[in-house]
């Protein structure tokens, strides 16, 4: 980072099915958990960037920014960011470019999305915006549908088991059970996650992140500190279509974010100890443990089958049992990573968060500073 960015304050709503709120409410939630939490207060947030993919479809609702600048008292200038599921961390590092140039100095990010209140049909087609409009939606496929063909190809190229594959849902709903914004809290034995629905084959319903609603806000400055500071911040791309892949069994957009990143915040993996990485299915989930580099390809399965993997993966819950309000889940994942770093005291965390089948994945690495 070319100057000290800090994480000065964070809220969430509970991630779930919130009927009874609007996008303008869920909002309102983080906002003000984010200002509560920070040292600065309302009129020091200088400008608003919000992270949405699909309000113009699920809420009849467009121009974000000033919807979201609209509810602090002094409507400071905002802008929106849309990358697909990864909305969430692209607007993070919106932020960071802002406060690194000197343009701003106090942030406010905000990831929303509100996606219940259409049929799931609805939102199926609204999420395969984020994938190439030509060469895969022609196809018939949905996004269940594009990570069941990753599924197949990865069960083939390495022989991973339906019964290993349910170890990744298990652990995400285990870990989820202590996380009070977690939208599904129950604890599901491994052998349960393929006995649900299948959705598309060999991936089930518990394989599936689900269609939620939620709202997670962040302030980063560079005027006010904490101890947490963001050591780097990197984004990498790829193409939209899985067809114009040479593997669909690895990412290399998270490899070539990740290698940024660890460069940027001068560490090395070793010293990682916590990773929330983006298991929108859960056979993305091991694939990105080997794509980070924590495992070789074809083992990221090992680290799920661990009691207590180093690092911990997903202790939040993931997006499997958290839920996936798709542009606030990278910033609700920055949220968790310095939870679990002040609560161990740890030095180092990392968020990953992707787009599409990872045509766009974005990496933040956190540095917990007094330890
Ligand atoms: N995990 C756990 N429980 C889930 C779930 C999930 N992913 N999705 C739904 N449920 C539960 C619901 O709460 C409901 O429980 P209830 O009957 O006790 O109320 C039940 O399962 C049936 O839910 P329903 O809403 O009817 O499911 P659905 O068939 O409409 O949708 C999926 C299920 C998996 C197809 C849908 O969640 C989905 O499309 N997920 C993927 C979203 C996605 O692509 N995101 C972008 C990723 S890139």
């Given at each position: 980072m070319n100057t000290d960015v800090f994480l000065i304050g964070s809220g969430q709503t509970r991630f779930g099915e919130w009927w009874e709120k609007g996008i303008r409410d869920l909002m309102y939630e983080a906002i003000d958990g984010a200002l509560e939490s920070a040292p600065c207060t309302a009129l020091d947030i200088d400008t608003v960037i919000v992270a949405n993919m699909i309000a113009e479809r699920t809420n009849a609702q467009a121009h974000l920014g000033a919807l979201a600048s609209s509810l602090l008292p002094h409507r400071p200038p905002a802008l929106r960011v849309e990358s697909a599921c990864a909305s969430g961390a692209v607007a993070l590092h919106t932020a960071c470019a802002l406060l690194e140039s000197g343009r701003a100095k106090t942030v406010?990010?905000?990831?929303?999305e509100k996606m219940t209140d259409?049929?799931?049909?609805?939102?199926?087609?609204?999420?395969?915006?984020?994938?190439?409009s030509e060469k895969?939606?022609?196809c018939g496929l949905t996004f269940p549908g594009i990570f069941g063909l990753v599924a197949q190809r990865y069960m083939f190229e390495y022989g991973l088991t339906r019964e290993q594959l349910n170890t990744v849902s298990a652990a995400h709903h285990r870990n989820a059970v202590a996380n009070p914004f977690a939208q599904f809290r129950a604890e599901i034995p491994a052998e349960k996650i393929s006995q649900s629905?299948?959705?598309a084959d060999p991936l089930c319903l518990l394989d599936c992140s689900p269609i939620s609603d939620g709202a997670a806000a962040c302030i980063l400055s560079t005027a006010f500190e904490s101890d947490m500071k963001l050591a780097a911040s990197q984004l990498a791309s790829d193409a939209v279509s899985l067809t114009e892949r040479e593997s669909i069994t690895s990412f290399p957009a998270t490899k070539k974010a990740m290698e940024k990143a660890l460069e940027e915040a001068d560490t090395d993996r070793s010293s990682i100890s916590h990773i929330e990485v983006h298991d929108c299915f859960s056979i993305a989930a091991v694939i990105?443990?080997?794509?980070?580099?924590?495992?070789?390809?074809?083992?990221?399965?090992?680290l799920y089958e661990q009691a207590d993997p180093v690092p911990t993966i997903n202790a939040s819950g993931g997006l499997k049992a958290c839920g996936h309000p798709v542009a606030a889940t990278g910033i609700k994942q920055l949220i968790d990573v310095s939870k679990q770093l002040r609560n161990s005291g740890n030095r180092w965390g990392l968020s990953h968060n992707f787009g599409g089948a990872c045509a766009s994945c974005g990496i933040h690495i956190l540095e917990h500073i007094h330890v």
């Open positions: 406010l990010v905000l990831g929303v259409v049929p799931p049909a609805e939102v199926s087609t609204a999420l395969m915006g984020a994938a190439d895969d939606a022609p629905p299948k959705v990105n443990v080997e794509d980070l580099g924590f495992a070789e390809p074809g083992r990221g399965i090992e």
